[in-house]
């Protein structure tokens, strides 16, 4: 079996898998008071293709117990996510970790980093994640609010603005999509 193949079609392993996922992550930047979100993304990979078991986000604040966000596949071995973290103050430093485990009997487990947690602060700003609404954003001609899925996908979530979602944009076009007005009076930098 199969009729007409070779004669040795078929090959297997035995043996158990100690190889941890493969986590491939930009770490997050300071993040603006006024987002709605913090969006996570990480590129995961394992040894076997037997498939990822877990993907989170481990967070915590201050002394606050932590807290975890699951990352859904994204397709191409990419997880995104994004969770809020209610009441943020100017300043206030946030950590995390991502934590994969695989489809082993025995999972194995990575994060990254490896030690330690990223961290981040929060600072003035101006942030939109556009999940629930525009952001407050203007605009005219060819630029849409909405989910261009399924030819294209958002960075987290699943809205966007962008020029014509269902489609490509016409040649010579000029458009304007506008933010503001923004208070800058008290930015130093």
Do not use: C
Not at 63 to 70: A, I, R, V
Not at 132 to 157: I, Q, T, V
């Amino acid at each position: 079996f199969p009729p007409g193949g070779s004669q040795n079609p078929f090959h297997f392993r035995i043996g158990i898998d100690t190889t941890p996922p493969h986590i491939d992550h930009e770490p997050l930047r300071d993040q603006p008071l006024d987002a709605a979100r913090m969006a996570f993304m990480a590129q995961v990979t394992d040894n076997l293709n037997k498939g990822i078991d877990s993907v989170r986000v481990i967070h915590a604040r201050g002394n606050d117990p932590e807290g975890s966000t699951t990352l859904l596949a994204a397709g191409n071995d990419i997880y995104k996510g994004s969770t809020s973290f209610p009441g943020l103050q100017l300043g206030e430093g946030l950590r995390y970790r991502i934590q994969v485990a695989d489809s082993a009997i025995v999972p194995n487990v990575a994060t990254s980093p490896d030690t330690g947690w990223n961290v981040f602060q929060v600072v003035r700003g101006f942030g939109r994640d556009f999940e629930d609404n525009d952001g407050g954003l203007s605009a005219d001609d060819l630029w849409e609010w909405g989910s261009p899925e399924p030819l294209l996908h958002a960075f987290s979530g699943v809205n966007v603005w962008g020029t014509n979602l269902s489609g490509v944009y016409p040649e010579d076009a000029v458009a304007s999509l506008m933010v503001g007005p923004v208070d800058l009076s008290n930015f130093t930098t």
